[in-house]
Every structure is written in C-alpha cells, then in structure tokens.
C-alpha cells in the first residue's frame, strides 16, 4: 500500500514512517525539503499518485494567531483537493485534545482544519492527542518570567511521542472512523506539578508556580481543558519512565 506521510520527518512523522516501512508498506516521507509543500502546492500532485493513505503531521512555522490560522487553512485546502483529485482513500490527521475548549490561536487553527476535513468528502479519522511530553520544555519557556515558570492548575496528561506514532501507524491501516479519535498519556495530574517535576529531573532551577489566572498559549483553560472527557486510548510511558529514556529535553 502507497502511504504519504505529510510531515514525514518531524518528530512524530519520522517514527511512523519507520513503523509503517518495517510492516512492508510503500511510505513517502514528505516534507518541503523533498519538494512537497502543502503550503504552497509543489509536489503534491505527483507525490500523491496512486496512494491510498495520507497522514497529515504538518505543523505551522508560527504560533502568531494570524499566521497559524492561515497555515492549517492554506495547507489543508491544497491538501485535501490533491486527495480527492487522486482518489486517496483515507486521510488521517493528528489534532489536539481540547481544541474547542481553549481559546488559543494555535487550538482555533487546528478547529479550522479539523472542518475542513470534515467537510472534503474524503474517508477520515482525526486522531486528538493530549500535549507531547517533548514539549515540556518549551512550555516551560513560554510561561517563564524571570526565574518563575506560571502555569495554570489544570489536569494535564502528557504523552510520548514513541507511544503516539504506533498509533498513528495503526489508525492509517484500519478502516476509515469518519470521526475522532482521542489518545492521552498514562498519567494525570495537575499541569504545574508535571512540568515541576520535569524541571527538577533535568536540573532546571526555575520555580513552578500553580496560578489559576495563568493562561495556556495566551488562552484561559479550565480544570479539563486538556484532557479527554471521554473515553480515550491511553499510552504506556509516563514522565518517569520518557526521563529514563531520554535526556529530558
């Protein structure tokens, strides 16, 4: 089976793309430096010929809400009109858990792709993951003042990357859901104290404080604001277990 992998070398893409070649699957890993743009068109046509399966990873350059809003909505246009133009059987798409109940510019951009998804006629399932444990870093960083890291006490459930792909990996070869999908982290705890525990591992000084005025991104969450209400596909690495693994950053 020809599969595309939009985003194919990023950090999800790049797993599974591996995965899927190991189970004997044709995979192009797609991306702007192969001469695959879904921003601007290049390559898709030719890139998109006889396969049955696209997996859209892309990721917007900028988290300004203009600039994202106008990414997902460009590349998901062009995509999804080379799809139907070459007949692609099943799209997949990997959003976030609690879009549509956090107002941030990034989240209201995915909002927008997901319904543009919905509404191209092409077979879907959107798989909803809660934020990465990879990221834990950055969002330290933007919540940072000083030497006082700010994040509002919500429930947060992180989750790894190498628990992320397998899925993405099997949702594309099943049959087309025509819906969503959520995934989530084994653990749930409140957001500051997950990222605390974070900085401590990897020797970061900074002091993590629980404000209930902390914004997300520049958005106001609630206490499940990030996690799934419903019923969810859990993966198996934790923080614990993803610092082992890893260095942490």
Do not use: C
């Amino acid at each position: 089976m020809k599969m595309v992998v939009i985003g194919g070398t990023g950090l999800i893409g790049s797993k599974t793309v591996t995965i899927l070649r190991r189970r004997g699957h044709e995979v192009l890993a797609a991306s702007p430096k192969s001469g695959i743009n879904t921003l601007t068109g290049e390559g898709l046509k030719d890139a998109l010929t006889g396969a049955q399966v696209v997996i859209d990873l892309t990721n917007s350059p900028s988290f300004e809400d203009k600039a994202v809003l106008e990414f997902f909505e460009t590349s998901g246009r062009n995509l999804l009109a080379a799809e139907a133009a070459a007949g692609v059987q099943h799209h997949v798409a990997l959003s976030i858990v609690g879009i549509d109940r956090s107002d941030n510019g990034y989240f209201r951009a995915k909002v927008a792709q997901e319904k543009l998804i919905k509404a191209s006629g092409i077979p879907y399932t959107i798989i909803r993951a809660t934020q990465f444990l990879e990221f834990l870093g950055g969002i330290a960083a933007s919540s940072a003042e000083a030497n006082i890291v700010r994040l509002p006490p919500v429930l947060f459930q992180p989750m790894a990357a190498d628990d992320i792909a397998p899925i993405v990996a099997e949702v594309a070869l099943a049959t087309p859901r025509t819906g969503i999908v959520e995934i989530a982290g084994p653990e749930r705890a409140p957001f500051n104290e997950i990222v605390a525990r974070y900085l401590k591992a990897v020797g970061d000084p900074r002091e993590v404080v629980g404000d209930p005025e902390a914004r997300y991104w520049g958005g106001r969450v609630e206490e499940h604001s990030l996690v799934p209400l419903g019923e969810a596909r859990l993966g198996r690495i934790g923080l614990d277990e993803w610092l082992r693994r890893s260095d942490g950053t």
